[in-house]
């Protein structure tokens, strides 16, 4: 079913069909539980909708303590994954005019927005475009404004997007060859731009969802029930401490006269009867419980993030391997292996989209070049540098290692075929005119020839 198709079929044929679109029943769900997600990271927790209470008579407000576990998590995952630019690799014609383009259009920032906003809420969209027929960039839809349009066969035909601004609605709608901009600025619906798509649809980064495949699902949905118990416990804990630890003065024996029992009881004096005793009682204030309560629901926190208690001063080590290290991150990185696939997934599609704007502009590739492309993603990992490139030089030697390999796993290179255009550079002017030297010429055609094959 294509999309004319679908407008008879679902919507009688509207020219306005859009809209109609937009205010679906599922569509308007999901926004609500992006919004109310947007809601949740801006401060908005359960724990403040805590109701006041009546303690001794006088209207209490306890206390509302809000933990921002969530955006250190989540700042987490995005940093262990996207710390470090992502390495291009492929043949040396290709990757170099794909590292031109992600360089005028700033991919590597990009690209930390786009896992930042898929963790958050599930999925977020990406429109590859074509600036003044010169540069090549694209542009995030937020997920509040993105409403994809799939047919019965479950395949994208149209993506839709809509936002409000100054309470004038504004939609964008793409199809596969035409943009068509709307906007119902004094009160009647209009068309305000038609332009040709040159690079399709928009591109979807979505997580795993087992409800629906076509959706996201946000990891703080994983975490929110776990933070309002934190939120809760260490609230209740604290109103506990302050209102029901105080003393309540209790005196046996004869009854006080007179004015009673002073208000400066403290650092002040008592005369009692004959057999009278006074003493302060109060509530124990079960330290040990609040303790294992807080740790558990802690434990259970990080357990679902994935965070290693290393990561947050929660364990102490000294003088460890760059293995122990690895193992202690294990959680982590089975982590960042599941986003890499749902990052690299939608980066891959944008390669597609920039071949197709390519050719426009006259740069083509053959379909091996294209094959060629490849990514390499370096985990914020800790270790030991001079361990990794003692290991490196070591297979080097023995012939175990090819340069390209050695360079694209060098934490200290992030663009290899510059590196490896630089290294051509230096030997082609540290060894020229020393061709009776047959160390340095063993040397030199080493380099070369290597640098030649992988490039």
Known sequence: MNLQQYIREYHEGRSDWFIEEVQSVSNQQRVMNVMNLK????????????????????????????????????????????????????????????????????????????LDKMLKYGQVYEY???????TIKSKLIDASEGYPVWNDENEMIAFIQA????????????????????????????????????????????TMNEVNEN?????????????????????????????????????????????????????????????????????????????TLYETLLNALYTVA?????????????????????????????????????????IEQRFERIRKLLAYKGVTFTDDEFDSLGLVFQYALPSSDKEIIENMKSLREIGGLSLQTMLEQNPYVYDVQQELMRLKEENNTRYSGSV????????????????????
């Open 306 to 346: 994935h965070l290693p208690a290393i990561a947050v001063g929660r364990t102490d080590i000294s003088n460890v391997s760059t293995e122990a290290v690895r193992i202690l991150y294990q959680m982590a990185l089975m982590k960042a292996g599941q986003n890499e696939q749902y990052i690299r997934e939608g």
């Open 163 to 206: 936002y409000m601004v100054d309470g004038i609605d504004y939609y964008v709608v793409y199809s596969e060859d035409v943009v068509e901009t709307y906007n119902n600025k004094g009160g009647q619906l209009r068309l305000t731009g038609r332009y040709a798509n040159l690079s399709g649809l928009p591109i979807i980064y979505k």
């Open 215 to 291: 959706e996201g699902k946000s990891e703080l949905e994983n975490w929110i029930s776990i933070l309002d118990n934190l939120e809760d416990l260490i609230s209740k804990a604290t109103d506990g401490y302050y209102k029901y630890i105080t003393g309540i003065p209790v005196v046996t024996g004869q009854q006080l006269k007179g004015e009673g029992l002073p208000v400066d009881v403290i650092g002040a004096g008592l005369n009692l009867d004959d057999g009278a005793t006074f003493e302060f009682v109060s509530n124990k204030f079960d330290s040990n419980a609040f303790d």
């Open 436 to 455: 009776d030297n047959k160390t340095q010429d063993v040397v030199f055609n080493e380099n070369v020839n290597v640098s030649s094959k992988n490039t």
């Open 39 to 114: 809601d949740y990271l801006d401060g908005k927790h359960k724990i403040l909708q805590k109701p006041n209470e009546v303690f001794a008579g006088k209207e209490y407000v306890p206390r509302k303590i809000v933990l921002n576990h969530a955006l250190t998590l989540l700042n987490f995952q995005v940093s262990f994954l996207l710390q470090n630019p992502v390495t291009i690799t492929g043949k040396e014609r290709i990757v170099k005019e794909y590292q031109k383009v992600n360089r005028q259009g700033k991919y590597d920032r990009l690209n930390y927005r786009i």
């Open 128 to 134: 590859v475009y074509l600036e003044n027929n010169k």
